[in-house]
């Protein structure tokens, strides 16, 4: 087989790359370890940034989102029984989030993909890449039991944290950063009618507290836990009785139901630079991983795709590989500043080691939060997603 572009991976940022190169003109293919029902149903963020919602629209397959999703204009912070909303719509010159979850997402990638005739091979196993620092880098992959290769110009590691493209880089030519945090969160799936029609960010004494949803009949909640809990040791009860205390306000009760999932999620950061090597361009979870406090690891892949497309089609179109060349120093600069995003969120939020003292000063900011515009916009700027022009 031959392409131009050879993608691993079909989560949302190989996906969005794969429609971002067609509609150039560029040819590309997308492999995929799992099967289609697992990638389709596989749960992961809920919250899109301004950009995303843009990106989704650019490639012709924003209209069931903005049919089902939830248009958020603004976000809640919830403290000692108080309530800050941040209008981020007003703060923002116009921007705004969406909520519409990620598996939602990959279907209407999926579906608009395939209805175009693109290339996407699911179930492929022994994925290995060859001639990365040469100009004809090759995939080969094994396919209903037949080993193939892919000749491209160019390969994108879309294939996640565990993926086979990372490895693939020498680990000399790389610099890893991670930073493993001391507590988890335990996250409810329900079938509850949410009390709230925009996101609450709750501070309390025993923990900080997240209250999304996904629709009008389902919720999404989230409780600080310690890293090693065993979401096992949480019956209902134990749950809806925890949430009810951490976003207790006069008048306010959380939505409760039948939880149908549950589970505890480790809280990390993991930056790799660069993010290329030779003709190997890492994109998403495969490059970055960042702490879900922010709402940013979906968003920064759709970025990281819509840079590496840009700089992809200026090569073939105009000769010139300058956005090739910087698209790493260009990629991360928006990473760090999710990932200090997200270390800030944690800091004002989430209940830490520094006892009284820690709680006094989150106290003394959030008050001020609640008070100052200016406060309000610089948090709203970076939430919504600063706009593309900081890429540059």
Not at 212 to 221: A, G
Not at 346 to 351: D, F, P, S, V, Y
Request: hydrophobic share 40%.
């Amino acid at each position: 087989m031959r392409t131009q572009v050879g993608i691993v991976g079909a989560g949302p940022a190989g996906l969005m790359l794969a429609h971002l190169l067609e509609r150039e003109g560029i040819e590309c293919v997308v492999l995929e370890a799992r099967d289609r029902p697992y990638v389709e149903a596989r749960v992961r963020a809920g919250l899109l940034e301004q950009n995303t919602i843009d990106l989704l629209d650019e490639v012709g397959v924003g209209e069931r989102m903005h049919r089902e999703g939830s248009q958020q204009d603004g976000v809640r912070f919830r403290f000692r029984g108080r309530t800050c909303r941040i209008d981020v719509h007003a703060l923002t010159g116009g921007r705004r989030t969406m909520i519409y979850g990620q598996q939602e997402i990959v279907k209407d990638l999926i579906g608009s993909w395939l209805g175009k005739g693109g290339e996407l091979r699911f179930e492929v196993s022994g994925v290995a890449l060859s001639g990365i620092d040469g100009e004809r880098p090759a995939i080969d992959f094994v396919h209903d039991d037949a080993a193939m290769r892919l000749d491209c110009d160019f390969v994108a590691g879309c294939d996640g944290f565990h993926g086979v493209c990372r490895p693939a880089i020498p680990a000399s030519a790389l610099t890893i950063t991670e930073r493993p945090l001391p507590f988890g969160w335990l996250g409810i799936l329900a079938e509850a009618t949410p009390h709230t029609d925009e996101l609450i960010y709750a501070w309390h004494e025993h923990g900080f507290a997240l209250y999304s949803f996904r629709s009008q009949q389902v919720s999404r909640l989230y409780l600080q836990v310690p890293a090693d809990e065993d979401a096992g040791a949480w019956s209902d009860d134990r749950i809806w009785s925890e949430l009810q205390r951490r976003f207790a306000a006069e008048g306010f009760e959380v939505g409760e139901g039948p939880i149908v999932d549950k589970g505890v999620t480790a809280m990390r950061s993991f930056v790799c630079d660069p993010m290329q090597h030779g003709r190997l361009f890492l994109a998403g979870d495969a490059a970055h991983i960042v702490p879900p406090t922010g709402a940013k690891g979906l968003n920064l892949a759709m970025n990281d795709v819509r840079l590496l497309a840009d700089a992809l089609v200026r090569h073939y179109r105009d000769g010139d590989a300058t956005g090739l060349e910087t698209y790493s120093e260009r990629a991360l600069r928006r990473v760090w500043l999710a990932q200090d995003f997200s270390e800030d969120v944690i800091r004002l939020l989430h209940k830490l080691e520094g006892g009284t003292y820690e709680q006094a000063t989150q106290l003394a900011r959030l008050d001020h939060m609640f008070r100052s515009e200016a406060a309000q916009r610089a948090f709203a700027e970076v939430y919504a997603g600063v706009p593309p022009t900081f890429d540059f």
